[in-house]
């Protein structure tokens, strides 16, 4: 039985981001941008989108003069993925 | 635009993110590590020099080198203000190991505090046969207890970055504490004390922080 897939994480930008956000305590804008080869409009759209699902929590700051985001996975955004990553593996041969 | 994914692909993205993450190296935490190392066995080293050379009540006096160390904190801060400057991710075991050394530092000021307070408590007040020799006595339990608590904090971070010298170097630094506290009545303890910390200040910070810096560069 195929488990449905969250559609807000079945996305390859939304997902890099995701994955990146749960193997770290924080990760800046940049550095988002860098792994995953996005441009920084789109990015922006995407983690907007995780965000006002209450997946992640974004905050913004200042480095020196120059503004800093810096994004957080949420509890709920955890929990999100474990959901995703559980229901993926019901779509892989037994 | 997004585009769907196939499910080979979700597992192959998930893992490819997540290992970039777990490799990332802090740059900068090398020099930070070289600092204390050096620091602590130059000023280590010339005490051993003072203690050899003086005699008396002067050779007590070559403690005061210590006070040496507080040059270290302002290039720390400094060099940590511009670590995290160009921080551009924060691991669980980065923040975690923060801590770690956070709490390795909380543990030196408790312990030098206490003996200094329990020091200046009595000074004046020495009435007990006995109490002058405590007294000394006391101060000779700081070097083992310090070098201990390098190696605590040096075996914990290295286990957690997989970093097999600073793992050595406190292993060392065990060592060279139990030495110190089996060597508490040699007669030549003072000199012993500090060339043990000397040599615990190459091993665990010296030498990793060299290698640290260098496994950096490589990572650039």
């Known amino acids: ?94 | 635009m997004d585009r769907t994914l196939s499910e080979k692909e979700s597992f192959e993205l998930i893992r490819q993110m997540i290992s970039t993450a777990k490799n990332n190296l802090q740059k900068g935490m090398g020099k930070i590590f070289l600092l204390w190392g050096y620091l602590v066995a130059l000023i280590s080293l010339a005490n051993f020099i003072l203690l050899v050379v003086l005699t008396g009540e002067a050779q007590y006096n070559s403690y005061y080198l210590w006070a040496l160390m507080g040059l270290g904190y302002p290039v720390h801060w400094m060099w940590i203000r511009k670590i995290e400057h160009a921080r551009m991710i924060t691991t669980y075991v980065e923040k975690m190991m923060t801590w770690v050394w956070v709490a390795f530092a909380i543990s030196i000021v408790t312990v030098v505090l206490g003996l200094v307070c329990s020091s200046l408590l009595v000074m004046n007040r020495m009435t007990m046969p006995g109490q002058e020799f405590l007294h000394w006595f006391q101060w000779l339990f700081m070097p083992p207890f310090l070098v201990c608590l390098y190696g605590l904090a040096l075996f914990i971070s290295g286990k957690a970055y997989q970093f097999r010298p600073m793992v050595t170097g406190g292993i060392i630094c065990w060592l060279g504490a139990l030495f110190l506290l089996v060597s508490l009545h040699h007669p030549q303890v003072l000199e012993l004390q500090q060339a043990v910390i000397c040599l615990c200040a190459l091993a665990g910070f010296v030498v990793p922080g060299h290698l640290l810096s260098r496994k950096e560069k490589s990572h650039v």
């Open chain 1, 1 to 94: 039985m195929f488990k449905e897939l969250d559609p807000l994480l079945h996305s390859p930008l939304r997902l890099a981001v995701m994955s990146v956000l749960i193997g770290s305590h924080e990760a800046d804008f940049m550095y988002l941008k860098k792994v995953t080869n996005a441009t920084s409009g789109n990015l922006s759209i995407q983690i907007d989108k995780l965000r006002e699902a209450g997946y992640i929590t974004v905050t913004k700051s200042f480095r020196g003069k120059m503004p800093r985001t810096t994004c957080r996975v949420s509890p709920e955004g955890i929990t999100a993925f474990e959901t995703y990553v559980e229901a993926l593996k019901s779509y892989l041969p037994q």
